[in-house]
């Protein structure tokens, strides 16, 4: 069975840190792009980060630059998302994302892009 889960979620203040991680099994997800995104209350699912499978590319949405890292441990089936400085608007259900296709070093930004998914974890920022 294929499953991707989150976890390392939680309620923090406005700059503080928090660190995802997205544990996969069922599959050699280490050989595929893989990627975040968040769905805030009322909005809609939006691209954070992705890593390709060799983490040779990785990319980021313009409002996480430079306090957000996504890496990978292909060697422990999983993925992370660094994450510093939160602020309240990082509030959301963040998600990690897999594409079917392997060994690609592209890094893939849109939801449709992505074949399999996980059922999310909380962050919440107080301000």
């Known amino acids: 069975q294929v499953q991707l889960v989150e976890s390392g979620g939680g309620l923090v203040q406005a700059g503080d840190s928090l660190r995802l991680s997205c544990t996969t099994s069922g599959r050699a997800f280490s050989r595929s792009t893989m990627g975040w995104f968040r769905q805030a209350p009322g909005k809609e699912r939006e691209f954070v980060a992705s890593i390709s499978w060799s983490a040779l590319n990785s990319h980021y949405a313009q409002s996480v630059k430079g306090r957000f890292t996504v890496s990978r441990d292909n060697a422990k089936s999983t993925m992370y998302l660094q994450m510093n400085n939160l602020k309240p608007e990082d509030t959301a259900v963040y998600y990690c994302?897999?594409?079917?296709?392997?060994?690609?070093?592209?890094?893939?930004?849109?939801?449709?892009?992505?074949?399999?998914w996980g059922q999310g974890t909380q962050v919440t920022v107080s301000s």
């Open positions: 994302a897999a594409v079917e296709i392997r060994y690609s070093d592209y890094v893939f930004l849109m939801e449709d892009q992505y074949d399999y």
